[in-house]
């Protein structure tokens, strides 16, 4: 359903995207994982007939993204990472908008609208302006108004950024529930690590190149076996006797001392037995998405502060209400 | 050509025109500070201009006014849609950008019209006589005006990046071209230095044919006024399409 070949896109000589390729199957969850600034967003835009890539090609539904984009346009809907919807219209007025754009006939508006604002639990709030929604709210809009002309793909960049959690599960009943109704194929970009177990499969991305690409079950095979926590009364006496005992690589932090192991619960008893000083702690768990990209690349996917841009929007934002 | 959606853009456009009062009023305010406050100072020191007093003379200059500033307001909105990002929405859709431009040149070309005839309920109070023929004269040339304004607002809205440049744009050029369009002061009067730049601006044609359908004193003939206004539209519209098409958004 999307076929990318080495597709790569500059700005000002410094390579956004640097030649990533990969397919996606129909009716896959596909996800891009990768820190703020990896290219996600560069990426899609390309996809979307939005930016012209640098060099590469890709297909999306079959139709060839350079030379045919207003077929691709028609295959796919997206919900863009800022928001996009008209926020002096009504929620109705926007999805209307958008079925007159991209020419849903006439006597069937009414009926998809209904659907999708059923789908997203937002009939009551069908005739309020926009601009007096939550984030959760415009959110669910937003994937309305891109189901609206029942796309083929649709593609999500960092769909639950910013909302809490309870929102973010929401997000991801419509979106299972989406694919098990429909055979659309999901792309969608996020870089928390949590959410992207919700993938069929993942592209791991870093300064514009896919280091890693697989089921999250797979990748998590990366990082052999369990990762096992350990507390004790001295952390830097016991970090060294693990080290010289186990032959494990231990790392330190505030939470305590942790390694990887195989068959971590039987190795537990084992440790409690012979270690030579008494522990006060100890926890096993299966490794997550974070760890395999820890593992890849050596640092944590953490929460970047906003750039200097997206702080001046905001901020235009807030003083919007005299547009 | 994309009619569906030229219109969807015209009627957003409008909609949102009609939720936000305060573009209409001051509208209504701007007329009242120029022609009654300015006006009213001015008049004793110009006199008798061709038989109008002074008042009278600018008024056609005020619709000129009301014109230029909703066209360029109307076109620059592009810069706020483009941050707040509902332009995305509609450039990734299937459809053409001509169209986008195109509506865009529509919906800024109808609000103009309509807060131009808004300034007619003045013309009582300053006894410009208005023949209800004269109105549907008017319309059509005020079209004709605002197209042409409004695709010059679309250039600057696809070449400027942010709307921090608004100011500069209303300095540099907005104002210039409205102070130099013979609508404050009859073009006779200035050096002809300046009568070169006056007549190069294509608002003096546009005010010329206001005021000869309003006044009937004019310093060129109606074709020539026409032609050139016609002409001028043409090109800029042409222009603002073609640079529209061409940005990354
Ligand atoms: N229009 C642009 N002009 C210049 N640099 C850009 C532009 N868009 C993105 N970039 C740069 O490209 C890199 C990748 O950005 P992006 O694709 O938005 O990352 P992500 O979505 O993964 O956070 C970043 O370093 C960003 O600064
Ligand atoms: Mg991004």
Redesign the interface.
């Known amino acids: 359903m999307i076929k990318v070949e080495d597709l790569a896109r500059s700005f000002n000589g410094l390579w956004a995207v640097d030649g990533v390729s990969f397919g996606v199957k129909e009716g896959e969850i596909f996800g891009f994982l990768g820190p703020n600034g990896a290219g996600k967003t560069t990426t899609i835009r390309m996809l979307c007939t939005l930016i012209q890539p640098s060099r590469g090609q890709a297909w999306i539904a079959g139709y060839d993204v350079l030379k045919q984009p207003t077929e691709v346009r028609r295959s796919l809907g997206i919900i863009f990472q800022d928001p996009s919807l008209d926020d002096r219209l009504t929620a109705y007025e926007n999805l209307k908008f958008h079925a007159i754009i991209y020419k849903v006939p006439r006597r069937e508006r009414k009926m998809r609208i209904d659907r999708v604002l059923g789908m997203t639990e937002l009939q009551g709030r069908r005739n309020d302006l926009v601009r007096y929604f939550s984030g959760g709210m415009k959110r669910r809009l937003e994937i309305a108004r891109g189901l609206l002309h029942e796309p083929k793909v649709l593609f999500l960049d960092e769909p639950t950024l910013g909302l809490d959690p309870q929102t973010r599960n929401r997000i991801w009943q419509y979106l299972h529930d989406l694919r098990r109704t429909k055979k659309i194929t999901l792309f969608l970009t996020t870089h928390y690590m949590d959410e992207a177990e919700n993938c069929d499969r993942i592209a791991v991305i870093d300064y514009g190149k896919i280091i890693a690409l697989d089921t999250p079950e797979n990748l998590k095979r990366m990082v052999k076996g369990d990762i096992v926590t350990v507390h004790t009364q001295d952390d830097t006496l016991a970090q060294k006797e693990l080290g010289e005992r186990y032959r494990v690589v231990v790392k330190r932090d505030s939470s305590g001392l942790h390694f990887e192991m195989d068959k971590g619960e039987e190795f537990i008893p084992k440790l409690v037995k012979d270690f030579s000083m008494p522990i006060t702690a100890v926890s096993v768990r299966r490794p997550t998405l974070d760890d395999v990209f820890l593992k890849l690349t050596g640092r944590e996917i953490r929460e970047e502060t906003a750039s200097d841009k997206d702080r001046l929007r905001q901020r235009v934002r807030r003083i919007g209400g005299m547009r | 050509m994309d009619w569906?959606?030229i219109?969807?853009i015209w009627?957003?456009d409008l909609?949102?025109y009609v939720?936000?009062r305060s573009r209409l009023y001051s509208s209504i305010a701007r007329p009242i500070l120029w022609l009654f406050i300015l006006g009213s100072g001015l008049r004793p020191s110009f006199g008798a201009i061709q038989g109008f007093d002074y008042t009278q003379f600018i008024f056609p200059g005020i619709i000129a006014m009301a014109l230029i500033f909703t066209s360029i307001q109307s076109a620059i909105s592009i810069i706020?849609d483009r941050?707040?990002?509902?332009l995305?929405?509609?450039?990734?859709?299937?459809?053409p950008r001509t169209a986008v431009a195109l509506g865009k040149g529509f919906a800024g070309s109808t609000l103009s019209v309509f807060q131009g005839t808004l300034i007619l309920i003045f013309a009582p109070i300053v006894k410009v006589p208005i023949a209800w023929y004269n109105v549907l004269i008017l319309i059509p040339a005020m079209f004709l005006i605002s197209f042409a304004l409004v695709g010059i607002g679309i250039i600057i809205a696809s070449r400027m990046t942010s709307f921090e440049g608004f100011g500069t744009i209303m300095n540099f050029l907005v104002m210039p071209m409205f102070f130099l369009s013979g609508a404050m002061f009859p073009i006779s009067r200035l050096p002809s230095w300046l009568k070169v730049v006056v007549y190069i601006n294509p608002l003096t044609y546009g005010v010329d044919l206001l005021r000869n359908i309003l006044l009937g004193i004019s310093n060129f003939p109606i074709a020539l006024d026409c032609c050139i206004l016609l002409v001028f539209s043409f090109v800029v519209i042409l222009s603002a399409v073609f640079f529209f098409n061409r940005g990354?958004?």
Not at chain 2, 83 to 86: A, D, I, L, M, V
Not at chain 2, 88 to 95: G, N
């Open positions: 569906s959606t219109y969807m009627l957003r909609i949102r939720r936000q706020w941050e707040f990002g509902f995305k929405e509609i450039l990734v859709a299937p459809v990354e958004y």
